[in-house]
């Protein structure tokens, strides 16, 4: 699957580098910044679970506690485990207990001290590690066991119900039918939440609240699954919003298998704080890379918002950017689920093979990356017929030019979120495209001055223009150029100002004494 | 498991459907309401137009999404259960042997101008349908395939002539109900040629028939959508020779 | 459009002149033979029309007196002729009256008196040519003065209900969304009348009355919508039947644009006599070759009962038959809508990728030929959904094998007649895959030794095979070999011997002095 | 034109439909004849199963296809119908001008954890929709679009911060009824805020609301799906500048 299009090697090597140059500051601002939730998921790594009478997470508890004492820019680990050396509690339960009783004291320790806590809490954190790498394990151990999804592209299928008692019994459905790869959508607003949830849940609005007890029940009815039929399905969950790390972590530490993981869609769509962002988008990638499992990135939301053809190019700078910064993280290419969309109008005239110009410009470019295809969803209406139909041509596209997850549209997408028989009606049409028309790629030749690999080549141009202007562009505050293209509205035609957006107060400039253990164990290896 | 059930959406009893129609108005918001009102109507609320679409000056298509409050009660459902044990052919062709001493006589046919062969021909060709052998594999069966397009007199002349035990008729085209229409002529027609404990077996099939219709249409048998050889075969052991 | 598949020429020259050889001794019979429908059409060319009080047509009164009188071996027109000569009635309806009154007696005239009613005869019927030369020169006009079609292919709706009155509102609306061609299907159970019914009918099953008055009624419709959509909608109806050669003649006079005309349809699905089908068919195809009307041949028919890809060489077999008997009879390559369809179980793998090899198979076997591309039928089911997506990858394989006729296929196939929002949700269907994808033949290209090209290879070798045997087939009644096997159950798996079927009593063997003025004159140019 | 009119498949007055909705029973005769109780329920008369496939050992697919007796009264269809003008953005601007001598104050928002934005950006951006631009382009009109996931209090005290004269809340997701709770939240903290005399118009607008529902929602009105800026401009000018 390479070279139908015959894309200059030269051209492909400027884009990345010009990548490299937008992502680099990015990385170098990142690496600057701890966030609250980076620090959470520090103490999450390091054992503590579970919630107040309230339901705010110990792991928030303690360390809004820590901060008021010590401030956050030092990070958690020192003042924790000095309280812990201390003798101020005997597990960090305890502690967080203690703490928001307002009953101990949290101090940052210096020399031996300091010394003492950072060992203290290596040895606590890498227990956590220790637990991803097993479960890192066990997937390798299952697929080997039941086997794999038996062929490309996977066919990904959601779950929205709101009730992880609900979505358990269709996940299980949609597996038996199918389904290679089971999304649990989450609750509208989750992402802004600056905490994670504890619990099994029921009460979630076009989706189900992302918590470690959710993840676990999910996890566990789909390994049934997958010793029922004999291979081994995956999960996937979101880390995107407020608390990327955490749910990284928790992700990590459940067997999810991917996670959508985007280095931008926080700041786009949900208008959360750029620096925040990146920080927390690192620090997950990190996680994820450790943990084994494929990022989903969002480049196909922008096509919500944005013409998609207008904005094809922003899709691929996207793509670029997500991968420079997931390599960075540690992400090997087998883990970088790009994102993509079948989302031109299909009122444009060749609007189909426009489509397979943009699918087959991705899959060129990223020929080792498992690029996630999604379909049609800002041209469905309620013509749930017309949306059956555009459905599989999308599910062609996908077969033509070789995609690796395929996201199972629904005709109903205009209309509510899936019904069990939308599921089935969109498996049955995603089995039909790739049964009847499977091997069409060996058929499918671009011709080289043709409309596809022409408009393959001027998209890939226009990414080069737009990736030039970014690493050009500049603000008053002299931040990184990417900041300043965002707060220009390049991506998804979102406007979003690297001091606004939400969740900035959780962000910290660290101190030079600032020490994670988490970030040392994830950066060693 | 509790009989009373309703549809299902995206969770238990949420009781939601997805109707289409055309109404014979121009589009226009007047038309949206006139759809929604025949969704109340039909007992969906909230009814939902999610689509209409202008079909040429004087006709509207909708798709309606919404939910009905009917209950669905399973222990109401009247069905056409086989009342009968489905017996292999090895069975059918004893039974035949062992009660009639003499071969079963079948005689099938697509009557009136329907000329859909396939279906009658599933049930009665060696070949048979779903990997069942039909009727002529069955040593203990005469077949008569009469074809299609072939009149009630004409098929009446033949089950005289071959002393057929039962008539096997076909009918696919149910437009104006020209199933119902032939179907009754046929009985009708047996009814007058034959004294009553003489007439031959009348089984009718087709994929739009109501299988609960036999009463009303002078038959003895209804069979629908996705019968095989093997159920018609028992059931005339069942009613002829046992 | 060709030379993807890479054909060999002698292999492709080799199929063509056995087909020839299969099809001299058939047109060898069909010059030896009349039939009662073609003596009636002859009639009918000479302007006699109109039925008794009991609706039994003229020509049919007339014709039955005359052959009770002097048999059918010498042609109906050298009685009559001579009868009217002979002052017996003043013109053909009176003389038709008084027949059916048992008033008139003919006779078989000899010499002088033979050749007066020769020349006659040969004047009267001219005036019915000369009525077709004049449509067809009118059609030429109208699609000069409106435009013709947009596009290929030609978008071939059908209506169905019955009665002509709902017929025509509903062929004008599928002309103005979008329609090329209206097909009026026929009441279930006219084929097999030997006679064609008068005036305009309402009381059809699943189809409506070929009749002359329905068709004038039609025609004058869809002028009336070419006019209002300045683009001339050609009108079609079905030929085939008992009475082929006066459907022939009327659709000559009343300007349809196509007729289903198959060689073997008749005998096939109709059981009517294959000699019968066989003369009627030649006579018919000689009045539609000189009124300019496209034949739309059946093979798609044979796949509703055979195995669309076990019997996909009878389908090319019979293309090549219907070519023969169709050039033998004058028509043009222009005018042979060759049948074929997109048949193919969907559940067999690469089901998709077969149909592409069999549509591209029948375009490069004849280039010039204006193809019918029949939709899916038989693996419909009541899923109107998965039924809407068939009848998409079926338009699609229409645009990226350049077929000319695309008969537009209904989710509801399986259910229903189609219903006015069916036809409309078809349109929808095509327009968006000619429009989103119709250039998509510029990247396809079959790989040489790929399935596409192995699978087309493999059906004309199969055809070959066939054809040959077809040739050396034989009967104990030394009938042509075609018949012996058409007998043996070669097509569709219907078995159909010479002297089987309905209509044979209404076929003579042309006596040394049988004449026809009609086929004289369709002969001479 | 005649006032009553039935559902059109093929033919006047045939009152054909198509339905499909799931029942949580597997597979069987029984389940089709669920089936045909449920189409019975909402008025299919005949009702023909076409299509049953089982998903899973506990679900099963229909599709039914019938003719409906109900008929539909034009007459009686009630519908929001633009009861105010259509006003051009230059007549707009003239009537705010000289009915409120100020700019009129219009606060945007999607309200709750409703984060799609894209609808009432159509209303309020400049870009507008369908070829009409938005609110921000008239000359009179002040726009203070506050985005998505706002809080219900946030968007009441910018409302009395900015003295907003109109306050248009989106709302698309409607899963468990999410627009309703939000909207009904929305209008009820409004209430409390203000005076009746003094609080700013409440507009809510999104593709799944009925139209009809603005009294039980408390609310000045809705707006559904495909709603032009145009129209929103002309109702607020009816209702505040006229
Ligand atoms: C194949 C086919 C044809 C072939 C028939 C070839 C042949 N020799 O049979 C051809 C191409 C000739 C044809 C022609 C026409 N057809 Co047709 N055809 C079909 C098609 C595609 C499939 C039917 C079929 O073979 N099904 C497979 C068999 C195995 O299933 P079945 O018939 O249901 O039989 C099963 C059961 O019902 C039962 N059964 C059936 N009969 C009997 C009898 C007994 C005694 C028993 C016990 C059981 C039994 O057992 C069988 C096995 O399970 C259908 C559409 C569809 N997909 O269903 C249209 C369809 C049936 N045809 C239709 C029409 C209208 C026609 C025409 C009239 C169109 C026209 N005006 O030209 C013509 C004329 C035919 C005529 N005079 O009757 C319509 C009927 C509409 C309606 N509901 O009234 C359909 C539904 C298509 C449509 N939507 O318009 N057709
Ligand atoms: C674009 C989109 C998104 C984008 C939104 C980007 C953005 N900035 O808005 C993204 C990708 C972010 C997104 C995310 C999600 N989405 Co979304 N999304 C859509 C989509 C594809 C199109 C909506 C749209 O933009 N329509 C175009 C606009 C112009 O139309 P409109 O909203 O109807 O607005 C018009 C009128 O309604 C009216 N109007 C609307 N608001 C107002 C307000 C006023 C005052 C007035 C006067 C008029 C008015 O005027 C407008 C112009 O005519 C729809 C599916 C579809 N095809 O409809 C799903 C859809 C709305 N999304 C849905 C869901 C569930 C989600 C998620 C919750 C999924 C998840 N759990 O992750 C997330 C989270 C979002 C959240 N927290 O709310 C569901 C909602 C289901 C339901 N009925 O409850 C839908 C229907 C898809 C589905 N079937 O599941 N989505
Ligand atoms: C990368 C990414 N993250 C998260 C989401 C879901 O967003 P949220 O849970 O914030 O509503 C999406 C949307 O599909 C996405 O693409
Ligand atoms: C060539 C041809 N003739 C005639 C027909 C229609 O057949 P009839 O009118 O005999 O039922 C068909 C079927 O579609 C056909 O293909």
Not at chain 1, 253 to 264: A, C, I, K
Not at chain 2, 198 to 209: I, K, N
């Amino acid at each position: 699957m390479s070279g139908k299009l015959d894309l200059d090697p030269v051209t492909v090597r400027q884009a990345r580098s010009l990548a490299r140059k937008a992502g680099r500051p990015i990385v170098k601002l990142a690496q600057q910044h701890t966030t609250v939730s980076v620090e959470r998921a520090t103490l999450r790594l390091a054992g503590l679970g579970g919630a107040d009478a309230e339901g705010t997470p110990w792991v928030n508890r303690l360390m809004d506690a820590v901060r008021a004492d010590v401030g956050l820019e030092h990070g958690v680990a020192l003042p924790v485990w000095d309280a812990l050396a201390r003798g101020e509690a005997e597990d960090l339960v305890t502690l967080a207990q203690k703490a928001s009783a307002g009953s101990v004291r949290f101090r940052h320790p210096e020399g031996r001290d300091a010394q003492r806590a950072r060992s203290a809490s290596k040895r606590a954190v890498g227990g956590g590690i220790r637990r991803i790498d097993a479960r890192r394990r066990e997937r390798d151990r299952l697929i080997k066991k039941h086997g794999d999804a038996p062929r490309t592209p996977w066919i990904y299928l959601i779950v929205a119900t709101g009730d992880i008692h609900e979505d358990i019994p269709q996940a299980q459905a949609a597996a038996r039918a199918g389904a290679d790869v089971i999304a649990v959508i989450r609750s509208t607003g989750q992402s802004l939440l600056d905490f994670v949830p504890e619990g099994a849940t029921r009460e979630g609005f076009a989706g189900t609240y992302a918590t470690q007890e959710n993840f676990r029940l999910m996890r566990a009815a789909l390994d049934e699954s997958s010793k029922e039929l004999g291979r081994y399905v995956r999960l996937t969950n979101y880390a995107s919003g407020l608390c990327m790390p955490e749910i990284a972590a928790l992700a990590g530490l459940e067997r999810l298998d991917m996670m959508l993981n985007d280095s931008m869609y926080g700041i786009l769509f949900r208008d959360i704080n750029p620096v925040r962002t990146f920080v927390d988008q690192r620090f997950s990638r990190q996680v994820h890379a450790r943990a084994g499992i494929i990022i989903n990135t969002g480049e196909d939301n922008y096509l919500t918002t944005a013409d998609a053809v207008e904005a094809a190019h922003t899709v691929t700078t996207s793509q670029l950017l997500n991968e420079y910064f997931a390599k960075e993280a540690g992400l090997e290419d087998w883990q970088l689920g790009l994102g993509h969309a079948f989302e031109v109008d299909p009122a444009v005239p060749e609007s189909f093979r426009l489509e397979l110009a943009h699918a087959l410009l991705a899959r060129e470019l990223f020929p080792k990356a498992p690029l996630k295809w999604m379909p049609p969803t800002r041209h469905m209406t309620g013509d749930v017929f017309r949306g059956y139909l555009l459905d599989g041509f999308f599910n062609l596209v996908g077969a033509m030019t070789g995609q690796s997850i395929l996201l199972v549209g629904m005709m109903t997408e205009a209309v509510v979120t899936p019904w069990l028989s939308d599921r089935d009606l969109a498996l049955q049409n995603v089995r039909y495209v790739l049964d009847a028309a499977g091997g069409l790629g060996e058929d499918f030749h671009p011709a080289p001055d043709g409309l596809i690999a022409s408009r393959a080549r001027q998209v890939l141009a226009e990414t080069i223009d737009l990736l030039d202007r970014i690493v050009h562009d500049s603000d008053q505050a002299g931040d990184p150029p990417l900041l300043a293209a965002i707060a220009d509205g390049t991506f998804g035609l979102m406007k979003r100002p690297p001091d606004g957006g939400r969740g900035l107060d959780g962000v910290a400039r660290k101190a030079r004494d600032y020490y994670n253990p988490a970030s040392e164990l994830l950066e060693e290896k | 498991m509790t009989t009373l059930v309703r549809p299902y959406g995206d969770t238990t009893g949420d009781g939601m459907v997805q109707i289409s129609f055309t109404l014979p108005v121009p589009h226009s918001k007047r038309a949206e309401g006139a759809a929604q009102q025949l969704a109340a109507k039909m007992g969906l609320d909230p009814a939902l137009v999610v689509h209409a679409k202008p079909m040429g000056p004087d006709y509207t298509f909708f798709v309606v999404y919404g939910r009905v409050h009917h209950l669905v009660d399973l222990d109401a459902v009247e069905v056409v259960e086989r009342d009968y044990p489905l017996l292999t052919p090895k069975e059918v062709n004893a039974a035949i042997k062992r009660s009639l001493r003499r071969r079963l006589v079948v005689i099938g046919a697509c009557i009136g101008t329907d000329a859909h062969t396939v279906g009658i021909d599933a049930i009665l060709n060696i070949k048979g349908f779903a990997g069942e052998k039909g009727l002529e594999y069955y040593r203990e069966i005469k077949v008569v395939n009469l074809g299609a397009q072939v009149s009630v007199p004409h098929l009446v002349d033949r089950a005289v002539a071959e002393r057929a035990d039962a008539v096997l008729v076909s009918q696919v085209v149910t437009q104006r109900d020209a199933h119902l229409l032939n179907t009754r002529e046929m009985s009708a027609a047996f009814g007058e040629a034959f004294r009553a404990e003489e007439r031959p077996l009348l089984v009718v099939g087709g994929p739009r028939f109501d299988e609960a219709m036999s009463g009303e249409l002078g038959v003895d048998r209804i069979f629908g959508r996705g019968t095989t050889p093997g159920e018609v075969a028992s059931f005339l052991v069942h009613r002829i020779a046992s």
